[in-house]
């Protein structure tokens, strides 16, 4: 096949069965206004439920990162979406929360075991083009995430919650065509790639600074995105406006990670970062005491901007450490968003409190706190020509920083 819009096959096959598995990853959220009374759940419930899916879902990549440079990474990449797929429609059927949860961690392992492996081949294929490849891949799962509550919420409301399982038959029919087209994977020693966890110790300073930004990011994002239905729904908006309301939001956001790799190619990922981090803060605190569409306009520009940093601190993070592509993959994605995660359910009490609102409002400022990790960051743009990791070391031990030693080439 040759190569659309300037990128590797591959890419586009990854990024469409991305789609696919975020899409599906969001099921859970926007179907909150009929879970609630149906199972009689607290917003803390509820937050608790997100965490123990977003739990399975991320940080459980870090366990799937390592296991796939060493252990046939293509097998992930394809029983990982038919196990989200399968799992996930199946949160209609769930009879009390303790089900719900058993489903929601079963699906959330099935994505877990797809996105290392899946972000490690997507870094590998795509030549010099490392952050547009990733933002493009990482969009395709952002834009089913955003779209999944505009196709779940409209059908659940309609049909009922127990006609979910009816979903997962035009995704698997899609999946059947994707996945057999998946390539071989090579393991990462045979990309001079070595030593887990412990070979990132040269890294770990501005590692640590890119994870904790990843972490605070998430603790907005996803709070936004799981209550905004919730909220709206209190206002008055139905089930499926609500669901609406939440798409924009998301493919805005997704637009802007879509946008955030070539702009940081251009002016290098601290500037994107930062900058991206700041601006989105008013947006986002000022939306939650608006109503109605004003409200979605708002909100969903500080998406856009917050979300715009999605794919830099991926690519950043490979491209600092470039050793073990599945397991930097892992930390920079699935374990650094499923942290910010673990706090959705202290965001649900804070709104069962004070409410929604002011919950959010609060919520809205967490990106100041990940700005101030990422005026440290090194200067410059990503570099073509990456460090080897006896280089890093060397240069860290001189008590000197180790992105320039990862900065050889400049665009």
Known sequence: MKPRFGLPPTVLLLASTHFIVDGFGNIYAP?????????????????????????????????????????????????????????LTLVGLAPSALALAVILVGGGLGGAAFHPPAAALVHRVSGERKASAMSFH???????????????????????LHWTPLLMLPALGVLALLLPRVPPIALAAAHGESGGFRALRPYRKPLTLLYLIVVLRTLASLSFATFIPVMLTQRGMSVSEAGTAMGI??????????????????????????????????????????????????????GFLLQSTLPVNVTFGQMIAPISAATVSSLMMGFGWGMGGLSVPFVGMMADRIGI???????????????????????????????????????????TDVAPQARVGTD
């Not at 990482?138 to 009922?160: M, N």
Request: contains cysteine.
């Open 138 to 160: 990482l969009t395709g799962g952002a834009l089913g995430f955003a779209l999944g509550p505009v196709v779940f919420a409209p059908f659940a409301e309609r049909f009922g």
């Open 357 to 399: 609102e002011r919950a959010l409002v609060l919520m809205a400022f967490t990106p100041l706190v990940a700005a101030m990790c990422a005026a440290p960051l090194p200067r410059g743009k990503l570099g073509h020509t990456l460090a080897r990791g006896a280089d890093v070391g060397t240069v860290e031990a001189a008590g």
């Open 249 to 302: 939001y998301l493919v805005a956001s997704s637009v802007g990670g879509f946008l955030g790799g070539p702009v940081a190619d251009r002016w290098g990922p601290r500037t994107v970062i930062l900058w991206s981090l700041l601006t989105a803060v008013p947006f986002l605190a000022i939306g939650p005491t608006q109503t109605g569409w004003v409200f979605v306009a708002l909100v969903s520009t500080g």
């Open 31 to 87: 179907l909150l206004p009929l879970l609630i009374p149906h199972l009689q759940l607290s917003l803390a419930a509820a937050g608790t439920l997100q965490m123990c899916f977003q739990l399975a879902n991320s940080v459980a990549q870090l366990g799937f990162g390592h296991v796939a440079d060493r252990w046939r990474p293509r097998l992930l990449v394809v029983a990982g979406p038919i196990v989200t797929v399968v799992g």
